[in-house]
Nanobody, 129 residues
Framework: EVQLVESGGGLVQPGGSLRLSCAAS????????MSWVRQAPGKGLERISA????????YYADSVKGRFTISRDNAKNTLYLQLNSLKTEDTAMYYC??????????????????????WGKGTQVTVSS
């Protein structure tokens, strides 16, 4: 059974940092691209970053580019998202998601929900003074 468990969220002041983790199990983690998605209160889902299985391709939404960094440790079956220079508008529930197809190298479809098949339950990030 595929399981994705996010952690590391919390309350942080504007300008602060957090590191989110996503522990994966139930599949061969190193075979699949992974992504992070967030949903702010009252808003739709926003895919903010993705990484391929070899960590040599990463993608970011314009809203987080230059502030967030995605990474993965295939030996630990864990995906990470480093959040720096946080803004109040980054307040959201953050989810990790598994790509649907093993070996998919990402590309210009990296942000499409149809390319991912499993999600975790999320971790809440609140940015407030």
């Amino acid at each position: 059974e595929v399981q994705l468990v996010e952690s590391g969220g919390g309350l942080v002041q504007p300008g602060g940092s957090l590191r989110l983790s996503c522990a994966a199990s139930g599949f061969t983690f190193s075979d699949y691209a992974m992504s992070w998605v967030r949903q702010a209160p009252g808003k739709g889902l926003e895919r903010i970053s993705a990484i391929n299985s070899f960590s040599d391709r990463t993608y970011y939404a314009d809203s987080v580019k230059g502030r967030f960094t995605i990474s993965r440790d295939n030996a630990k079956n864990t995906l990470y998202l480093q959040l720096n220079s946080l803004k109040t508008e980054d307040t959201a529930m953050y989810y990790c998601a598994k790509a649907k197809t093993a070996g998919w190298a990402l590309g210009n479809r990296w942000f499409l929900a149809t390319e991912y098949d499993y999600w975790g339950k999320g971790t809440q990030v609140t940015v407030s003074s």
